[in-house]
């Protein structure tokens, strides 16, 4: 049944990130023929609407702000609901990203609308929208539909494909207004560690490293392979935990949740908390000295052996074949 869907796109520094355009094809999906409206929230981000559209939305509401510049759970939610209020939509589509696990169950809640959170995949049964998503930490799947009210869904990034780009598409583009008021918080500065310039959890390759890597330093040629192939350095806890990298690198059941095309565990034993982080990446490359490493179980390829001495050769190897 044709359905009016929301997607609520993200933007950070001026940018929309990659999942906005992949939860626009979710929405299409979820549509069933039906209207995909984008939700642009920032300050001056009119000139992102026509990204959304050429991506597959077919016209775009934006609430320019400068309280919107940069997240605060208050001001989202104070705003997307007033927009939710006007557009009276069937079903509302955010990423599984920092801000929608944020912003999305207070919203769902408001809305008295059943919220599936963390769907790596939507198709239409029976005229009915069903996601599956990940249990018992990516260990099982489950397929899940909202019986009645608003559809509430968050998508993981990197698992449902954008559409293609079409500079061709042409949509409506309108500004709603939106009383902010009262917030709690207020933003002074973002300060950013650096990590590489590639955002872990878009990131197509990720390098993670594990307390195998014995130090801070030892990250520094996990670093050189993940630049040279435009990829982002990823950790297990062990390695958080041991100073040798910041925690907004580690990815796990307490950290972030990432499926590159191709992942390398390297000095990581392969602890359930750890694959429940990464189990779902098309590639995996494990490397360890201990021929029983639980992580060689979940590894496509299978190095057996000193990280010290094999990531070196391995880049050295792929700059050969890269140039
Ligand atoms: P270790 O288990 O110590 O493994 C290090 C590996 O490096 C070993 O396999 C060793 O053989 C190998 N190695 C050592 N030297 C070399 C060398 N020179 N060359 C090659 N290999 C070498 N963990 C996460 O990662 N993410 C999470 O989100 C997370 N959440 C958790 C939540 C809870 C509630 C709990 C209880 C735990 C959580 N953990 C998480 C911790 C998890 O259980 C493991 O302790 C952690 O993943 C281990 O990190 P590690 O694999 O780097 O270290």
């Known amino acids: 049944m044709a359905k009016k869907v929301l997607v609520v796109a993200e ?7 990659n999942v906005s355009f992949e939860a626009i094809a979710a929405g299409k999906t979820i549509a069933d023929g039906g209207e995909v409206v984008g939700v642009l929230l920032g300050d001056n981000v009119s000139s992102l609407a026509e990204s959304l559209i050429h ?8 609430v320019n702000d400068a309280q919107l510049k940069t997240y605060t759970t208050d001001a989202y939610q104070q705003a997307l609901l007033q927009v939710f209020d006007i557009e009276d939509p069937e079903a509302i589509v955010l990423g599984h990203t920092a801000i929608g696990k944020d912003v999305a169950p207070r919203l769902a ?45 968050t998508i993981r990034p990197n698992n449902i494909a954008a559409l293609n780009q079409d500079a061709n598409r042409t949509g409506d583009v309108a500004t709603i207004t939106a009383e902010i008021k009262d917030l709690r918080t207020t933003i002074r500065d973002v300060i950013r560690k650096a990590t590489g310039g590639v955002d872990l959890s878009e990131a197509n390759v990720v390098v993670a490293g594990g307390r195998g890597v014995k130090s801070q330093e030892g990250f520094g040629p996990l670093q050189e392979l993940a630049d040279l192939l435009g990829g982002a350095v990823g950790a297990s806890r062990g390695a958080c935990d041991a100073e040798y990298c910041d925690y907004g690198l580690q990815i796990g059941q307490t950290g972030k949740v990432v499926t590159p095309d191709l992942y390398f565990a390297i000095g990581i034993s392969g602890a359930i908390q750890h694959l429940a982080g990464m189990s779902n990446s098309k590639v995996i490359v494990a490397i360890n000295k201990d021929p029983e490493a639980p992580i060689f179980e979940m590894a496509d390829y299978g190095i057996v052996g000193d990280l010290f001495e094999i990531v070196p050769i391995l880049t050295e190897e792929l700059k050969k074949s890269l140039v």
């Open 11 to 17: 933007v950070r520094d001026g940018e929309l990130r």
């Open 109 to 153: 809640m408001k809305l008295n609308a059943g919220l599936i959170s963390d769907a790596v995949s939507v198709e239409v049964e029976g005229g009915e929208a069903v996601f599956t998503r990940p249990i018992y930490s990516g260990k099982a799947f489950e397929k899940k539909k909202v019986k009645e009210g608003i559809i509430f869904a």
């Open 55 to 62: 991506f597959g939305a077919d016209r775009v509401v934006q």
